[in-house]
């Protein structure tokens, strides 16, 4: 059975940091792209990072250089260190994995960004 479960959000001030991160279970982690979605409200679900399992990253626009995806192949986990957050990042952020073919979503965590 896979589970993603996602942690580390809350309500941070404009200009601060948080770090989220998903802790894998049923899959093999180390051979598996991970990848952070979110959806604000009112929104669409988007991309945000995604890193393969080499540790190739990529990333949403709007995130460049202020978000940063890793993982821990030893603890099949997977992180999101978030700085210079901004109101407009306030959403529910999901862990996502993809083996054999199939979506898989963990249940989100919420992050507030307060102006």
């Known amino acids: 059975q896979v589970q993603l479960v996602e942690s580390g959000g809350g309500l941070v001030q404009a200009g601060g940091s948080l770090r989220l991160s998903c802790a894998a279970s049923?899959?093999?982690?180390?051979?598996?792209?991970m990848g952070w979605y979110r959806q604000a409200p009112g929104k669409q679900r988007e991309l945000v990072a995604v890193?393969?399992?080499?540790?190739?990253?990529n990333y949403a626009d709007s995130v460049k250089d202020r978000f940063a995806i890793s993982r821990d192949n030893a603890k099949n986990t997977v992180f999101l260190q978030m700085n210079s957050l901004k109101p407009e990042d306030t959403a529910v952020y999901y862990c996502?994995?993809?083996?054999?073919?199939?979506?898989?979503w963990g249940k989100g965590t919420l992050v507030t960004v307060s102006s």
């Open positions: 890193i393969t399992s080499g540790s190739f990253t």
């Open positions: 996502y994995a993809n083996p054999w073919g199939t979506d898989y």
């Open positions: 049923g899959i093999r982690f180390s051979i598996n792209a």
